[in-house]
């Protein structure tokens, strides 16, 4: 059994050090893409305060395709033209929004998110995926957040065997 340990209390640089320690364990000795990608979501959700929705849509065709994640049930197909995730991945940068409602084209999954990140998940500079967060607050990630957050997932793409894609 894996225990993890979170210490809200240190300085968000520190934190995010001490979340990727952990990470680094949590993933260590395996290297099946699905089963990471669960454990990441899990990883996330147990980890950071204040969200309600954290997983992965794969690259299928010019569109997102739900993946694993943690959170209550979401939209299967997202196109690259819309959404805060279609952005992620059409522009292959992280996507930080202060108030999803602010967003002409945000597709509402869940009406209770108000925050979101979406990291890109480039592999040998190709988009394979986008890493997404949602929380119920506004304002809820900050650039010390994205950096920790775009860190957190690059432990994870280099934890992953990415010769096959579903």
Same mark, same amino acid.
């Given at each position: 059994?894996?225990?993890?340990? *979170?210490?809200?209390? =240190?300085?968000?640089?520190? @934190? !995010?050090?001490?979340? $990727?320690?952990? #990470?680094?364990?949590?993933?260590?000795?395996?290297?099946?893409?699905?089963?990471?990608?669960?454990?990441?979501?899990?990883?996330?959700?147990? *980890?950071?305060?204040? =969200?309600?929705w954290?997983? @992965? !849509?794969?690259?299928? $065709?010019?569109? #997102?395709v739900?993946?694993?994640?943690?959170?209550?049930?979401?939209c299967?197909?997202?196109?690259?033209?819309?959404?805060?995730?279609?952005?992620?991945?059409?522009t292959?940068?992280?996507?930080?929004?202060?108030?999803?409602h602010?967003?002409?084209?945000?597709?509402?999954?869940?009406?209770?998110?108000?925050?979101?990140?979406?990291?890109?998940?480039?592999?040998?500079?190709?988009?394979?995926?986008?890493?997404?967060?949602?929380?119920?607050?506004?304002?809820?990630?900050?650039?010390?957040?994205?950096?920790?957050?775009?860190?957190?997932?690059?432990?994870?793409?280099?934890?992953?065997?990415?010769?096959?894609?579903?």
């Open positions: 059994m894996y225990s993890i340990e *979170t210490h809200s209390s =240190l300085p968000n640089v520190a @934190f !995010y050090q001490a979340l $990727n320690q952990q #990470l680094n364990a949590l993933l260590s000795g395996e290297r099946d893409l699905i089963c990471n990608a669960a454990q990441f979501s899990a990883f996330i959700m147990q *980890t950071l305060p204040d =969200l309600n954290a997983g @992965f !849509y794969f690259v299928r $065709n010019n569109e #997102l739900l993946g694993p994640y943690v959170g209550k049930v979401a299967t197909r997202i196109p690259f033209s819309r959404g805060v995730c279609g952005a992620a991945a059409r292959q940068t992280t996507q930080r929004v202060d108030d999803v602010a967003i002409a084209d945000h597709i509402a999954c869940d009406a209770a998110s108000n925050a979101e990140l979406v990291v890109p998940i480039l592999v040998e500079g190709n988009i394979k995926a986008v890493f997404d967060i949602d929380s119920p607050k506004t304002h809820r990630f900050s650039e010390d957040d994205q950096q920790g957050i775009e860190q957190l997932v690059n432990t994870f793409i280099q934890s992953c065997d990415w010769s096959w894609q579903l």
